[in-house]
């Protein structure tokens, strides 16, 4: 069990916004890499095997910020929205 009591509320808060934004990269990013193998037509059990590891390494992430409580999960969740976005701004700037 993790016990995360001695952080204080305040000192814990920016920890979970770089977990998710770091959390967000990883997940979005191996969102990319699927989507390549699938449009290459590429490896079907490696599309596979990325989709199942994305979604376990999110659905580790948050139940580490739902063990702190209600705030961190939901700056954890900031985090990995804005890892979104930045995802989403450097494709679009990258063009087609």
Do not use: H
Request: proline share 4%; hydrophobic share 55%; with cysteine.
């Amino acid at each position: 069990m993790i016990d995360l009591s001695p952080l204080s509320l305040p000192a814990a808060l920016p920890v979970f916004l770089l977990g998710g934004l770091v959390l967000g990269y990883a997940y979005f990013r191996a969102v990319r890499a699927t989507a390549d193998l699938v449009v290459s037509q590429g490896s079907l059990l490696c599309a596979v095997a990325l989709t199942l590891g994305r979604l376990a390494l999110l659905s580790a992430g948050f139940y580490l910020a739902v063990k702190a409580g209600g705030d961190a999960l939901l700056t954890a969740l900031a985090g990995v929205l804005g890892a979104r976005a930045l995802m989403l701004r450097r494709t679009r700037s990258a063009g087609p």
